[in-house]
């Protein structure tokens, strides 16, 4: 568990994965400069770490072309970790080449979803990562690596997906070199007792080298399988402010779990997280803005924050949205 | 905790409350027939309790005014609780002499919204409960009286709402003789922190007598926290189908727990419901038809089962929706 420099304060760390999660599944493409205004505002609300852009050919995802020129506006912005998710050593190389703080690199748990998603075997995958964390040590060693295990609690392709496979993945990929490993429930097929079990099960082999809970709201349990995985010791959650986001290989996966209503469940239970739940209600307004006709998901934005609401962290404003 | 009959198989007693909790907060009034084909069809889905209407003036609520029609339809359905909101002595009558096979009162955890609710302090609340148990003792003996505490985690007229005043409304609602006492988040103020330890709480003081975890999703923490009072030892859970509820005297609260997520998340997670998710979502078209434009929530129905779904309970068909 990799916290960045400036946030030994907050209890967990949010991974902001929105502008690269959220934005990567739409069919429109968000311009560059309301990018900036929403990595801004996301920076504002106190997320000190954000999945920015991922590093994969422009014509295969026109929406991060910019990738860049994002990761270079958002280093200017004090204290945030600027997190791309590069699924290669190409993607890692241009990654660092743009002054990326941190890398992400996605590895299936099923063989199917391995096969379409990046047309390589789970073993090929952990090749990969062993060559980009070389590459890293070689040219920027101060710059964690993370994998995190896709569809780790169920495959829209395979199914079910078998712990013992998602347990030896992780240990591999701490042996191949990564920073941190963590769980993806890409298409919300997990439950809260199967999320608790894996998590125990995983964090028993790799200790403190467990990365993030990315949960999916796709069934309505992605806040009720976060609390699985905090109660498993888990410290890293994965969120999207306004549940933007998908997987284009897994079909029906819709729906990170929102930021703002995760923010508010923590605050609410008196974990800290250092984000202001109202500051993150108020800039879904770029969304809607800038993303004309994108579903916007969330329920904290509409009945706004409860009367007599006390946030855990001190020193954050939590107006009335 | 009353479980009844026929339903010692399940794990978990869901108490479907959309007839009565979801109809109540819309303007438009589903048809007496209507109301039929949807309480069928929840039976059908294999809910073994059903809150089926209020027993109110009709003037005060018009959606209402079938009520005793509906508890004579519902009482034909095999195996099923008919269970009838009361708010005084006059309505338990009305329910009674409707052959309702159990009542639930409803008394505020806050002094503020028992006087906008009913006109009345919360201790004259106790004394018409006790009023009620006693008719119920004298011409109704089987019949089961429970008596749920609102706004036990959060008033939207007073904020915070004590846990002292909530644990000892509790106990003495068991002292006037109710059967059980649960506990609503009836405005979706709650976080799982919270509702563990309330539940743990009251459970340690009424023990068996603990009733139901009546959640929202108003802040999107609902499956959180039916979550949170599972693990504190509930074992009955009141949802509504489609999510469609909330609270006249409430501004702001809407949205029940969702039965269909919420039997998801719990046969996942191996917890048996007896009740088949697939069918609820099926059922869902009769809301669409018979209450147009009502806003339908749940996320269940929009994603569907995940491939190579197994749910815990035996013999309950569970086809994709």
Known sequence: MVLPDGASSPDILISECGPRDGLQILSQIMPTEAKKRWIAALHAAGLREIE???????????????AAEIVAFASTLPGLTVLALVPNLRGAEAALAAGAHKLTIP??????????????TRA??????????????????HVPVEANISVAFG???????????????????????????????TTGMGNP???????TRVIGEIGEKIGAAHMHNTRGLGLAN?????????R?????????????????????????????????????????????????????ETLPGAELYGMLAGAGLPKGYRPASPGVMHGQP
């Open 155 to 185: 495959c829209t392709i395979a199914g079910p997906v078998s712990e013992d496979e998602v347990t030896r993945l992780c240990v591999s990929l701490v042996e191949a070199g990564v920073d941190d490993s963590g769980l993806s429930d």
């Open 226 to 234: 976060v609390l699985a995985a905090y109660e498993a010791g888990v």
């Open 52 to 66: 920015v852009c991922s590093f994969v050919p422009a014509k295969l995802m026109p929406q991060m072309a910019d």
């Open 193 to 199: 007792v199967q999320v608790k079990r894996l998590f």
């Open 107 to 120: 590895v299936s748990g099923s063989e199917e979803h391995s096969l379409a998603n990046v047309r390589r």
């Open 236 to 288: 890293i959650f994965d969120s999207s402010h306004a549940g933007l986001g998908g997987c284009p290989h897994a079909p029906g996966a819709s729906g990170n779990v929102v930021t703002e209503d995760l923010v508010f469940m923590f605050e609410a239970m008196g974990v800290k997280t250092g984000v202001d739940a109202a500051s993150l209600v108020r800039s879904r307004a770029i969304l809607s």
């Open 124 to 141: 090929e995958m952990v090749e990969e990562v062993r060559r980009i964390v070389d590459y890293r040590n070689a040219h920027a060693p």
